[in-house]
C-alpha cells in the first residue's frame, strides 16, 4: 500500500500542480456518475411504481386536467432522473481545458529553462516537458471516461422517460 502511494505521489509531482486539480475533478464527475447510477438502478424504481400506481387508481384518465397531470408526473421523474447529469458533461468537458492549462504550464517551464541555460539542454528540459505531457493525457483520460459514462446516463435517462410514458397508459 506504501509503495501504491508513493508511485502516487511520484506521478503527481511529475505532472505538476495541474495533475492534482484533474485528480479531484475526475474523483467529483465519478461520485456523481456513481450517485446517477444508483439512483437509477435502486431509487427511481420506487418513485416510478408509486407514479404508475398513483395513475392506475385514478378513474378519469382521458380529461385535459388527467392529461395534465400525466405530463406532470412525466416532466418531474424526468427532472429527477437527469439530476447532475448536466454537471457530469460540465466536468467531462472542463477535464481537457485542465490538460491543455498543464500543457501551457509546462512549457513556459521549459521555455524558462532555455532562457536560463541559454541553449536546448535536454536533461534540463525533461521535467517541464513531463509536466508538459501528462496533464494532457490525463484530461483526456479522465474526459474520455467521462464521455462514455454520461453517454450511457443519457440513453438510460431516455429509455426509463420513454418506459414511463408507456406505463401511465390513456387507455382505461
Not at 67 to 88: A, F, V
Not at 111 to 126: K, L, P, Q, T, W
Amino acid at each position: 500500500m506504501i509503495e501504491f502511494l508513493e508511485a502516487i505521489r511520484d506521478f503527481t509531482e511529475t505532472g505538476g500542480q495541474v495533475l492534482l486539480v484533474i485528480g479531484l475533478l475526475i474523483f467529483v464527475m465519478w461520485l456523481l456518475i456513481l450517485e446517477r447510477a444508483l439512483y437509477l438502478f435502486i431509487w427511481h424504481k420506487n418513485f416510478k411504481n408509486e407514479a404508475v400506481a398513483m395513475w392506475k387508481a385514478r378513474t378519469d384518465r382521458k380529461s385535459w386536467f388527467a392529461q395534465q397531470i400525466r405530463q406532470q408526473t412525466i416532466s418531474r421523474l424526468t427532472m429527477q432522473l437527469n439530476g447532475s447529469i448536466p454537471i457530469i458533461q460540465a466536468l467531462v468537458a472542463l477535464c481537457p481545458l485542465l490538460g491543455l492549462m498543464g500543457t501551457v504550464t509546462g512549457m513556459i517551464e521549459v521555455f524558462d529553462v532555455m532562457a536560463i541555460s541559454g541553449s536546448g539542454n535536454a536533461r534540463s528540459m525533461a521535467s517541464g516537458v513531463s509536466k508538459a505531457t501528462i496533464p494532457t493525457m490525463a484530461g483526456m483520460v479522465g474526459a474520455l471516461s467521462g464521455v462514455f459514462a454520461s453517454t450511457w446516463l443519457n440513453r438510460t435517462v431516455k429509455s426509463e422517460r420513454t418506459h414511463l410514458e408507456d406505463a401511465l397508459t390513456i387507455e382505461r
